[in-house]
């Protein structure tokens, strides 16, 4: 176990390097200068240059990126080229309501996905299968932007009654926590629902016909102890590992959904700091979701044990 952790300790410091150092190299050596991007399209040579040499980008590439990586080792993701605050504080503003939308869509998602692929295998082409697949079809048929729009739309008044009319999160026992996450949570969750759902009715489609399933069966044991202590435990192996890598690039791609609900989370952030070419910011929250997911896979590789006993973790 504590090999494996180590290792897992390592394979995520040379990711983390990797992708820091290919995010760096691709920001730095834009076509659009970050100093034109800062001064406008109206800025005079000598402004540029200024800008430049306030940034410390008139030095070389490779001094800069020796800089950024002793930086980046203590911590320091270094100062928003927009307004100087340093880049930690910008994300860590952000981090608790794009953390609270990953997780409640992700509880919804899985917990969603696996018992509707569960209901769907053990009443496989019957009726509620069927419906069941049609549901998956048109939900992996909905772009999520779509699906938040048509949420928003129909729920606009609603919320409107209630004095919603700001999604941003904060603890969960704020005044309408609730109602202000609904909606973006649904929004999020609903194209992976459908996807857990699909994947969780072929797994347990698989493991419903195995040996041991039969002889189950076959000793008495009651339909649902066989279904969710023995056909589920199995079948749940490729579902955590895909929630784990899921789970994790969620924390990057949750923009559309926060800007279409006006949230003021981390996706936001990325959108605002493209745009203005604030390349400290884009490459701390790349580091940030790179590390989500790395710790993500950990994790799943450590539950293994507990879903499959035949996993034996060295």
């Known amino acids: 176990m504590a090999r494996l952790?180590?290792?897992?300790?390592?394979?995520?410091?040379?990711?983390?390097w990797l992708v820091s150092t290919l995010v760096f190299l691709c920001?730095?050596?834009?076509p659009a200068p970050v100093e034109r991007v800062i001064g406008g399209p109206r800025a005079t040579a000598e402004t540029l240059e200024l800008i430049r040499r306030n940034l410390g980008l008139d030095r070389p590439l490779a001094v800069q990126y020796g800089d950024f990586l002793r930086r980046s080792l203590t911590g320091d993701l270094g100062?928003?080229?927009?307004n100087?605050?340093?880049?930690?504080?910008l994300i860590a503003d952000r981090l608790p309501t794009t953390a609270w939308l990953v997780l409640g869509a992700g509880v919804l998602?899985?917990?969603?996905?696996?018992?509707t692929g569960v209901a769907s295998a053990v009443r496989a082409r019957r009726a509620a299968d069927r419906a069941m697949t049609a549901f998956v079809l048109v939900?992996?048929?909905t772009p999520p932007f779509v699906m938040a729009l048509v949420l928003l739309y129909l729920f606009s008044t609603r919320l409107g009654d209630l004095g919603v009319t700001y999604f941003e999160a904060g603890p969960p026992l704020q005044e309408h926590f609730l109602q202000r996450m609904a909606l973006p949570w649904v929004a999020l969750a609903l194209l992976m629902l459908a996807t857990y759902t699909r994947l969780t009715r072929g797994a347990m489609l698989d493991v419903l016909g195995e040996d041991y399933i039969r002889t189950a069966r076959a000793k008495g044991l009651p339909e649902r102890r066989v279904?969710?202590?023995h056909g589920l435990r199995a079948a749940l192996t490729p579902v955590v590992t895909?929630?784990?890598?899921?789970?994790?690039?969620?924390?990057?791609s949750t923009i559309v959904t926060e800007k279409v609900f006006g949230l003021q989370g981390v996706g936001q952030l990325v959108y605002q700091s493209v745009t203005l070419g604030d390349t400290p910011v884009i490459i701390g929250v790349t580091l940030m979701v790179t590390l989500v997911v790395v710790l993500a896979s950990l994790l799943v590789d450590l539950g293994y044990a507990a879903l499959d006993p035949r996993v034996r973790l060295a």
């Not at 100062?79 to 927009?82: C, F, H, Q």
């Not at 100087?84 to 504080?89: E, L, S």
């Not at 998602?109 to 018992?115: E, K, M, T, Y």
């Open 5 to 16: 952790i180590v290792g897992r300790l390592l394979y995520a410091a040379v990711v983390l």
């Open 27 to 30: 920001l730095h050596l834009a």
């Open 79 to 82: 100062e928003s080229y927009v």
């Open 84 to 89: 100087g605050v340093p880049v930690h504080r």
């Open 109 to 115: 998602w899985f917990a969603g996905g696996v018992l």
């Open 139 to 141: 939900a992996l048929s």
């Open 227 to 229: 279904v969710y202590r």
């Open 242 to 252: 895909q929630f784990g890598v899921d789970a994790g690039a969620l924390m990057g």
